[in-house]
């Protein structure tokens, strides 16, 4: 699967989450872990048995962060960082569009914003339900939690 152009917003953009991030992607997730495990899709039971987020190095989450640009390559799955928009900058969050592992749908759909960014969830998870449904060749579209 090819995917759409990256949705811009307002108060974000959202890129291709790749090996370049690593550092700010670190920072982000790794300040805000209470927030994501509280944020709706990332609960205990949301994802099967995935605990993320759980503290791990640096050079941990740039394998990881390999791995996802990886699959977006290969469109197996599609994870976006989420950033501040002007001029696209420090990370904000992430989406991730998965595969269903249960067959319930095409997609599985989770986003995360940082603790102090937790204004945009809403925002942010409305904005991308929005792009999926308009650009995307995506249905159904399951969203744990949400």
Do not use: K
Not at 2 to 12: G, N, Q
Request: aromatic share 8%; net charge negative; hydrophobic share 40%.
């Amino acid at each position: 699967m090819v995917p759409p152009p990256p949705l811009v917003a307002r108060d974000f953009v959202l890129v291709p989450l790749g090996p370049e991030h690593n550092a700010a992607d670190h920072v982000a997730w790794g300040s805000s872990i209470d927030h994501i495990r509280a944020t709706p899709g990332f609960g205990p039971g949301d994802w099967g048995d995935d605990d993320w987020p759980v503290p791990m190095s640096s050079a941990d989450n740039l394998a990881d962060l390999e791995q996802h640009a990886e699959e977006f390559r290969q469109g197996i799955a599609f994870a976006y960082t989420v950033l501040e928009p002007d001029p696209p900058g420090d990370v904000i969050g992430c989406v991730y569009i998965d595969p269903d592992p249960t067959g319930a749908a095409q997609a599985v759909v989770r986003s995360w914003v940082r603790a102090d960014r937790a204004h945009l969830d809403t925002p942010l998870a409305l904005a991308v339900r929005h792009w999926l449904e308009d650009s995307w060749p995506l249905a159904p579209v399951r969203w744990p939690g949400r």
